[in-house]
């Protein structure tokens, strides 16, 4: 190869490298996601633009049941539930610690025609919480004074039965037994997220109150200390 073609080759490979690099810059701009809070969401103009948000799921807002599922969050500092919100259209699994109050991670697009972010990615993050057993009930006492116990605000502490812990929505969402190998148990209704600790057999107090029905409706799950 004579030096004028060796020269015209290097050039060619030059101008080829520079045009990858380029498709790659661009590729890489398209698919990355802007950070963002609720707060900084509600300032920005991200019509069409890839984002990832995080904020609390709202209570009461999300319906699993509908496909993609709908909920809203907010900003994780907002305590108070008076600042703004977004909606959220999510299709894909749900984690297991999906639920009312939960911290929300998602990554998808704003749709400014609907008002919503559109998304096939989320993350959960639900820390798992501690409390004392010492004034609960077992599932086997509840159940024997469950007339008299119907709509009183109470605790009772058991461990999760093999097999029944449910994905978010799930009714129950998982079931309690007074100990484990134990025939006494109670189905058990709750909303929020699930820390990934809990698994089956894990030791829990549960605060809430037993229905009619005899399900324990809990509004907090924790491990025990």
Request: aromatic letters at 6%.
């Amino acid at each position: 190869m004579n030096k004028r073609a060796r020269n015209r080759l290097i050039g060619i490979t030059a101008i080829v490298l520079l045009l990858l690099v380029g498709v790659f810059f661009l590729v890489l701009n398209k698919s990355a996601a802007t950070n963002l809070t609720v707060k900084e969401f509600a300032t920005k103009k991200v019509d069409g633009k890839r984002i990832q948000v995080s904020g609390t799921v709202v209570n009461g807002s999300w319906d699993k049941q509908t496909n993609p599922m709908s909920f809203k969050i907010r900003d994780d500092a907002d305590t108070a539930g008076t600042g703004p919100t977004i909606n959220i259209q999510y299709t894909g699994s749900v984690p297991d610690t999906f639920g009312d109050g939960v911290q929300a991670i998602i990554t998808g697009t704003y749709v400014a025609q609907g008002d919503y972010v559109k998304s096939t990615q989320m993350t959960t993050k639900c820390p798992s919480k501690y409390a004392n057993e010492t004034d609960a009930y077992t599932v086997e006492a509840l159940l024997q004074r469950a007339s008299a116990m119907t709509g009183i605000p109470i605790k009772v502490s058991g461990v999760v039965k093999p097999g029944s812990l449910g994905a978010p929505g799930a009714d129950p969402r998982f079931v309690l037994l007074n100990a484990a190998g134990a025939t006494q148990e109670m189905p058990v209704q709750f909303s929020k997220g699930l820390p990934d600790t809990i698994k089956e057999n894990t030791k829990v107090v549960l605060t809430g109150s037993l229905d009619a029905q005899g399900t324990f409706v809990a509004t907090a799950v924790a491990l025990t200390k």
